[in-house]
């Protein structure tokens, strides 16, 4: 009996951690606007997980309206100037709906240097937001996981 849970401890301890560190290397800052703040690396790089190259820094800020606002910082936390960025970025609201991940794509545009758009109805918590932007040629991610 004590091997059948110890079994069975080490199997849901993996399950727990199996995407707690993201597409990127931890962050532990503290968003400027009350938001939560994650790893932007290269896209071709989010399967590397915690070892992936921190490119830059974004906060999540979501409103009650369903507004989402991405703002994007250096690695030491400042405001980065937007010039080269795309207008427009994509985010998908991913959640696990009746024991299958639905994933449901919407719009950001670049506005008064920070990427907004309106999310869609969430249909089950907790819900992961990625979020895909472009500088220069380059695709960059940012994911923001066990949302609520």
């Known amino acids: 009996m004590k091997k059948m849970i110890a079994v069975l ?7 727990a951690l199996a995407h707690d560190e993201g597409h990127g290397p931890k962050i532990s800052d503290t968003g400027r ?3 939560l703040v994650s ?8 399967k590397k997980g915690a070892t992936a190259a921190l490119v830059y820094k974004a906060e999540l800020v979501r409103s009650a309206d369903g ?4 703002y994007l910082y250096d690695t030491a936390m400042k405001p980065l100037d937007l010039k080269g ?14 024991g299958k991940w639905k994933d449901t794509g919407f719009a950001l545009e670049l506005k008064d240097n920070l990427f907004i ?8 918590k907790p819900y992961n937001i990625d979020v895909t ?7 960059l ?3 923001f996981d066990n949302l609520d």
Not at 85 to 98: M, N, P, R, W
């Open 9 to 15: 401890m080490m199997c849901v301890s993996g399950v």
């Open 33 to 35: 606007f009350g938001g």
């Open 39 to 46: 790893a932007v690396v290269l896209k071709s790089e989010a």
């Open 67 to 70: 507004t989402a606002r991405v």
């Open 85 to 98: 960025f795309d207008i427009k970025g994509s985010a998908t609201l991913a959640a696990k709906v009746k």
């Open 117 to 124: 758009g309106k999310m869609p109805k969430v249909e089950k």
């Open 133 to 139: 932007v472009k500088q220069e040629g380059r695709e």
């Open 141 to 143: 991610l940012t994911a």
